[in-house]
């Protein structure tokens, strides 16, 4: 039961154009959201996150929206450069019943390409 | 570079074997976390201890253990090994077991190659 997913496997963008990348997920009890940027050979690091409480969290060139109604949420980038090339995986946890933030369900990643 | 080590980097080893990835935390985290990452699947929680004792616990299998010792590095074993078993294994560690995701910080993980 994949409750986050990335149905996206690959997104190929222009330099300065904008890099959308989509997230969905089922569990309800989610209430706080992430995204996460690896590149070959080394492990995942934080980008940006969300809590439930807010539909937008805005760093930088990177903004992430949640809509919780449509349990989706999105990774905008602008402008997109080459260094953002990596794979992007989508994370969710659920902080009820003292769950740990750190039990993190991730999707599949997208591997984002940016062309000069 | 996170702070989290993982040794070793790459291993290879044929079925049935029994394999210990291990995993050192950043400097004063007290919580660790593994994950698997294999081909068809994304990055998969397996378990979590925080200053020794288990904390959480995923889609680990039976086959699968874990322990967080007193100087708080962790070792995974692994035994009778499956070639499905062929995954990268990440540790990731925080400092309290309520952290969010954004103070987690990944090592860059344990390539494991089952023939």
């Known amino acids: 039961d994949q409750q986050v997913k990335q149905n996206s496997p690959s997104l190929s963008v222009q330099e300065g154009r904008i890099s959308i990348l989509n997230c969905d997920y089922t569990?309800?009890?989610?209430?706080?959201f992430l995204w996460y940027k690896k590149y070959p050979a080394e492990g995942p690091t934080f980008l940006i996150s969300?809590?439930?409480?807010?539909d937008k969290n805005e760093d930088g060139r990177f903004t992430v929206f949640l809509n919780k109604s449509a349990k989706h949420l999105s990774l905008h980038i602008v402008p997109s450069q080459p260094g953002d090339s990596a794979v992007y995986f989508c994370?969710?946890?659920?902080?009820?019943?003292?769950?740990?933030?750190?039990?993190?369900?991730f999707g599949q990643g997208t591997i984002l390409t940016v062309h000069p | 570079d996170s702070g989290v080590t993982q040794t070793p980097k790459h291993l290879i080893t044929a079925t049935g074997q029994r394999v210990t990835l291990r995993c050192s935390p950043r400097?004063?985290?007290?919580?660790v976390y593994w994950y698997q990452q294999s081909l068809d699947q994304g990055l998969q929680f397996l378990i979590q201890?925080?200053?020794?004792?288990?904390?959480a616990k995923g889609n680990i299998l039976e086959r699968f253990s874990a322990q967080q010792f007193p100087d708080l590095h962790s070792e995974l074993n692994l035994s009778s090994l499956e070639l499905g078993d062929s995954a990268l294994y990440f540790c990731?560690?925080?400092?309290?077991?309520?952290?969010?995701?954004?103070?987690?910080?990944f090592g860059e993980g344990s390539w494991l190659t089952v023939v």
């Open positions: 569990n309800s009890m989610f209430d706080y």
């Open positions: 201890y925080y200053n020794g004792e288990e904390r």
């Open positions: 400097s004063g985290d007290l919580s």
């Open positions: 969300i809590s439930s409480i807010k």
């Open positions: 990731a560690s925080s400092a309290n077991p309520r952290d969010f995701g954004n103070t987690i910080y």
């Open positions: 994370a969710a946890s659920a902080s009820a019943g003292g769950t740990s933030y750190g039990k993190l369900t």
